[in-house]
Protein backbone atom coordinates (compact mmCIF):
# COMPACT_ATOMS: atom_id res chain seq x y z
CA UNK A 1 0.00 0.00 0.00
CA UNK A 2 1.23 3.79 -0.90
CA UNK A 3 1.56 5.75 2.21
CA UNK A 4 2.87 9.81 2.16
CA UNK A 5 5.24 10.54 4.93
CA UNK A 6 5.95 14.78 5.72
CA UNK A 7 7.92 14.82 8.62
CA UNK A 8 7.73 18.65 9.16
CA UNK A 9 4.64 19.45 11.11
CA UNK A 10 5.12 22.99 11.18
CA UNK A 11 7.25 25.40 9.63
CA UNK A 12 7.80 29.08 10.07
CA UNK A 13 9.95 31.36 7.19
CA UNK A 14 10.11 34.97 7.27
CA UNK A 15 8.42 36.75 4.58
CA UNK A 16 10.49 37.26 1.42
CA UNK A 17 12.66 34.07 2.57
CA UNK A 18 12.88 30.72 0.81
CA UNK A 19 10.96 27.50 2.78
CA UNK A 20 11.06 24.21 1.74
CA UNK A 21 8.58 21.41 2.70
CA UNK A 22 9.91 18.03 2.87
CA UNK A 23 7.59 15.04 1.75
CA UNK A 24 8.38 11.15 0.97
CA UNK A 25 6.26 8.41 -0.07
CA UNK A 26 6.24 4.83 -0.20
CA UNK A 27 5.26 2.94 -3.37
CA UNK A 28 5.98 0.21 -5.79
CA UNK A 29 4.39 1.60 -8.92
CA UNK A 30 6.55 2.90 -11.10
CA UNK A 31 3.43 5.24 -13.24
CA UNK A 32 1.88 7.78 -10.24
CA UNK A 33 1.47 11.51 -9.83
CA UNK A 34 2.21 13.81 -6.68
CA UNK A 35 0.56 16.73 -6.12
CA UNK A 36 1.34 19.78 -3.40
CA UNK A 37 -1.85 21.60 -2.09
CA UNK A 38 -2.48 24.30 0.17
CA UNK A 39 -5.13 24.78 2.87
CA UNK A 40 -5.55 28.38 3.76
CA UNK A 41 -7.16 29.42 7.01
CA UNK A 42 -10.61 29.51 4.40
CA UNK A 43 -10.38 25.93 4.50
CA UNK A 44 -10.71 25.53 0.77
CA UNK A 45 -8.12 22.77 -0.79
CA UNK A 46 -6.30 24.84 -3.42
CA UNK A 47 -3.80 22.38 -5.94
CA UNK A 48 -0.02 24.25 -6.00
CA UNK A 49 1.69 22.31 -8.01
CA UNK A 50 1.26 18.92 -9.61
CA UNK A 51 4.40 16.17 -11.55
CA UNK A 52 3.99 13.36 -13.74
CA UNK A 53 6.71 10.52 -12.49
CA UNK A 54 7.79 9.74 -15.62
CA UNK A 55 8.85 12.92 -16.32
CA UNK A 56 12.09 14.19 -14.87
CA UNK A 57 12.25 17.70 -14.94
CA UNK A 58 11.19 19.17 -12.09
CA UNK A 59 7.69 21.11 -12.15
CA UNK A 60 7.74 25.02 -11.25
CA UNK A 61 4.75 27.41 -10.85
CA UNK A 62 5.96 31.13 -10.20
CA UNK A 63 7.65 30.72 -6.72
CA UNK A 64 6.77 27.06 -6.23
CA UNK A 65 8.83 24.36 -7.60
CA UNK A 66 9.32 20.67 -6.39
CA UNK A 67 12.08 18.98 -6.02
CA UNK A 68 11.32 15.04 -7.64
CA UNK A 69 13.98 12.58 -6.70
CA UNK A 70 12.30 9.29 -8.03
CA UNK A 71 14.39 6.67 -6.86
CA UNK A 72 14.43 8.25 -3.18
CA UNK A 73 10.78 8.84 -3.37
CA UNK A 74 11.12 12.21 -2.55
CA UNK A 75 8.97 14.91 -3.59
CA UNK A 76 9.59 18.32 -1.60
CA UNK A 77 8.29 21.55 -2.07
CA UNK A 78 10.46 24.90 -2.43
CA UNK A 79 8.18 28.08 -1.74
CA UNK A 80 10.46 31.18 -3.18
CA UNK A 81 10.11 35.12 -1.98
CA UNK A 82 7.55 33.52 0.86
CA UNK A 83 4.51 35.88 1.16
CA UNK A 84 2.16 36.28 4.12
CA UNK A 85 -0.50 34.89 1.86
CA UNK A 86 1.20 31.59 1.90
CA UNK A 87 0.19 30.94 5.30
CA UNK A 88 -1.33 27.65 5.59
CA UNK A 89 -1.47 23.49 5.54
CA UNK A 90 0.26 22.43 2.65
CA UNK A 91 -0.67 18.57 1.80
CA UNK A 92 1.50 16.21 -0.84
CA UNK A 93 -0.29 13.61 -2.60
CA UNK A 94 0.35 10.54 -4.21
CA UNK A 95 -2.10 9.41 -7.14
CA UNK A 96 -1.88 6.34 -8.94
CA UNK A 97 -4.57 6.07 -11.56
CA UNK A 98 -6.54 2.84 -11.36
CA UNK A 99 -9.36 2.32 -13.72
CA UNK A 100 -12.66 2.16 -11.46
CA UNK A 101 -11.37 6.08 -9.82
CA UNK A 102 -7.75 7.86 -8.66
CA UNK A 103 -6.98 6.60 -5.57
CA UNK A 104 -5.19 9.96 -3.83
CA UNK A 105 -3.34 9.54 -0.89
CA UNK A 106 -2.77 12.13 1.26
CA UNK A 107 0.37 12.82 3.86
CA UNK A 108 -0.79 14.58 7.26
CA UNK A 109 0.28 18.02 6.13
CA UNK A 110 2.75 21.18 7.40
CA UNK A 111 1.37 23.96 8.78
CA UNK A 112 3.57 26.53 7.37
CA UNK A 113 3.35 30.19 9.25
CA UNK A 114 5.01 33.51 7.18
CA UNK A 115 6.27 35.78 9.44
CA UNK A 116 6.17 39.88 8.82
CA UNK B 1 -23.16 28.04 -9.60
CA UNK B 2 -19.04 27.37 -10.21
CA UNK B 3 -17.50 24.11 -9.22
CA UNK B 4 -18.44 22.33 -6.37
CA UNK B 5 -20.68 23.58 -3.20
CA UNK B 6 -21.07 21.42 0.06
CA UNK B 7 -23.94 22.22 2.47
CA UNK B 8 -24.17 22.96 5.17
CA UNK B 9 -20.72 24.65 6.21
CA UNK B 10 -20.61 23.70 9.79
CA UNK B 11 -22.94 21.50 11.87
CA UNK B 12 -23.26 20.47 16.02
CA UNK B 13 -25.25 17.14 15.81
CA UNK B 14 -26.01 14.55 18.67
CA UNK B 15 -25.07 11.47 19.15
CA UNK B 16 -27.30 8.69 17.17
CA UNK B 17 -28.69 11.43 14.84
CA UNK B 18 -29.22 11.28 11.52
CA UNK B 19 -27.05 13.64 9.01
CA UNK B 20 -26.84 13.91 5.67
CA UNK B 21 -24.15 16.19 4.04
CA UNK B 22 -25.00 17.89 0.07
CA UNK B 23 -22.48 17.77 -2.64
CA UNK B 24 -23.20 19.13 -6.11
CA UNK B 25 -20.79 19.74 -8.60
CA UNK B 26 -21.55 21.59 -12.16
CA UNK B 27 -18.07 20.14 -13.98
CA UNK B 28 -19.84 17.09 -15.03
CA UNK B 29 -16.98 15.44 -13.75
CA UNK B 30 -17.46 11.61 -13.81
CA UNK B 31 -16.04 10.48 -10.37
CA UNK B 32 -16.71 12.11 -7.20
CA UNK B 33 -15.23 11.22 -3.44
CA UNK B 34 -15.89 11.95 0.24
CA UNK B 35 -13.34 13.05 2.33
CA UNK B 36 -12.36 13.54 6.15
CA UNK B 37 -9.93 15.28 7.02
CA UNK B 38 -8.44 15.22 10.97
CA UNK B 39 -5.63 16.47 12.60
CA UNK B 40 -2.32 14.81 11.80
CA UNK B 41 -3.88 12.32 9.69
CA UNK B 42 -3.88 14.32 6.17
CA UNK B 43 -7.47 13.80 4.23
CA UNK B 44 -8.90 9.94 4.10
CA UNK B 45 -11.03 8.91 1.60
CA UNK B 46 -14.67 7.61 2.96
CA UNK B 47 -16.20 6.32 -0.64
CA UNK B 48 -16.08 7.22 -4.10
CA UNK B 49 -18.00 6.79 -6.94
CA UNK B 50 -16.94 6.54 -10.60
CA UNK B 51 -20.10 7.36 -12.51
CA UNK B 52 -23.98 7.94 -11.88
CA UNK B 53 -25.36 5.01 -10.47
CA UNK B 54 -22.27 3.20 -8.82
CA UNK B 55 -20.64 3.46 -5.58
CA UNK B 56 -17.64 2.37 -4.05
CA UNK B 57 -15.69 1.72 -0.38
CA UNK B 58 -13.04 3.97 0.37
CA UNK B 59 -9.89 4.10 3.46
CA UNK B 60 -12.48 4.51 6.05
CA UNK B 61 -15.96 3.33 5.33
CA UNK B 62 -17.49 2.81 8.44
CA UNK B 63 -20.49 4.27 9.35
CA UNK B 64 -20.93 6.37 6.05
CA UNK B 65 -22.99 5.58 2.99
CA UNK B 66 -23.16 7.48 0.20
CA UNK B 67 -25.64 7.61 -3.43
CA UNK B 68 -25.09 8.89 -6.53
CA UNK B 69 -28.77 8.85 -8.24
CA UNK B 70 -27.17 11.60 -11.64
CA UNK B 71 -23.63 12.84 -12.06
CA UNK B 72 -24.01 16.20 -10.33
CA UNK B 73 -24.76 15.04 -6.60
CA UNK B 74 -23.18 12.84 -3.69
CA UNK B 75 -24.72 13.08 -1.08
CA UNK B 76 -22.86 11.55 2.14
CA UNK B 77 -25.03 9.70 5.10
CA UNK B 78 -24.20 9.68 8.96
CA UNK B 79 -27.02 6.70 10.09
CA UNK B 80 -26.34 6.94 13.56
CA UNK B 81 -23.23 9.60 14.37
CA UNK B 82 -20.91 9.25 16.91
CA UNK B 83 -18.70 11.42 18.47
CA UNK B 84 -15.75 9.85 16.18
CA UNK B 85 -17.28 11.35 13.46
CA UNK B 86 -16.38 14.99 14.60
CA UNK B 87 -14.21 16.06 11.57
CA UNK B 88 -13.94 18.18 8.82
CA UNK B 89 -15.59 16.68 5.58
CA UNK B 90 -14.93 17.44 1.71
CA UNK B 91 -16.30 16.75 -1.18
CA UNK B 92 -14.28 15.82 -4.49
CA UNK B 93 -14.74 15.50 -8.03
CA UNK B 94 -12.63 14.82 -10.71
CA UNK B 95 -12.16 13.81 -14.77
CA UNK B 96 -11.51 10.28 -14.53
CA UNK B 97 -10.46 9.83 -17.92
CA UNK B 98 -8.53 12.63 -18.38
CA UNK B 99 -4.76 13.19 -18.56
CA UNK B 100 -4.14 14.47 -15.33
CA UNK B 101 -6.71 13.69 -12.88
CA UNK B 102 -6.61 16.54 -10.58
CA UNK B 103 -9.22 16.14 -8.25
CA UNK B 104 -11.42 19.33 -7.43
CA UNK B 105 -12.64 20.00 -3.67
CA UNK B 106 -15.18 21.48 -2.61
CA UNK B 107 -15.05 24.10 0.44
CA UNK B 108 -16.00 21.69 3.49
CA UNK B 109 -18.49 20.53 6.04
CA UNK B 110 -17.40 21.01 9.65
CA UNK B 111 -19.11 18.44 11.59
CA UNK B 112 -19.19 17.87 15.54
CA UNK B 113 -20.94 15.13 16.57
CA UNK B 114 -21.53 15.55 20.70
Known amino acids: AQTVTQSQPEMSVQEAETVTLSCTYD???????LFWYKQPPSRQMILVIR??????QNATENRFSVNFQKAAKSFSLKISDSQLGDTAMYFC?????????????FGPGTSLSVIP | IAGITQAPTSQILAAGRRMTLRCTQD?????MYWYRQDLGLGLRLIHY???????GKGEVPDGYSVSRANTDDFPLTLASAVPSQTSVYFC?????????????FGPGTRLTVL
Open chain 1, 51 to 56: QEAYKQ
Open chain 2, 92 to 104: ASSVVQGVINEQF
Open chain 1, 27 to 33: TSESNYY
Open chain 1, 93 to 105: AFMKQQTSYDKVI
Open chain 2, 49 to 55: SNTAGTT
Open chain 2, 27 to 31: MRHNA
